[in-house]
């Protein structure tokens, strides 16, 4: 199961949530009982790496979801002075990963760059 590419826009003060279904090799729904989930984002400037389910919650049931909470990403500089991640947007300053673990064998299922950008309100 490789772990697919998509990039995610945190706003700066407001509640990000995403549900993810996980499907196998066949693209057939894969059967997450007895699974955990883990999403860290690592910002590429200080390295400095957050467990999501620390500052917010990461679940499993049918589908993986996460949600990170507005007192959180208030707290997140944004990447530019943009409302929205453009073309001009040249980088994300931080990347994620989201895995799935059972008995020790960890599974990746997403990656990407996790834009922030400013809340208009």
Do not use: C, H, W
């Not at 400095?48 to 500089?77: F, N, Q, R």
């Amino acid at each position: 199961m490789a772990a697919g590419k998509l990039d995610i826009v945190l706003e700066q003060g407001g509640t990000f949530e995403m549900s993810l279904q996980v499907l196998d090799d066949n693209n057939a729904v894969f059967d997450l009982t007895g699974y955990t989930a883990i999403m860290k984002i690592v910002d590429k400037i200080t390295n400095t790496i957050v467990d999501v389910s620390t500052v917010g919650s990461v679940s499993v049931s049918d589908k993986v979801y996460i949600k990170i909470p507005d007192e959180y990403t208030a707290t997140l500089e944004s990447d530019s002075n943009e409302y929205a991640p453009s073309i001009r947007t040249k980088y994300a300053n931080r990347a994620y990963e989201i895995a799935i673990t059972k008995d020790g064998d960890i599974k990746k299922i997403a990656r990407g760059n996790a834009y922030v950008v400013r809340r208009i309100v």
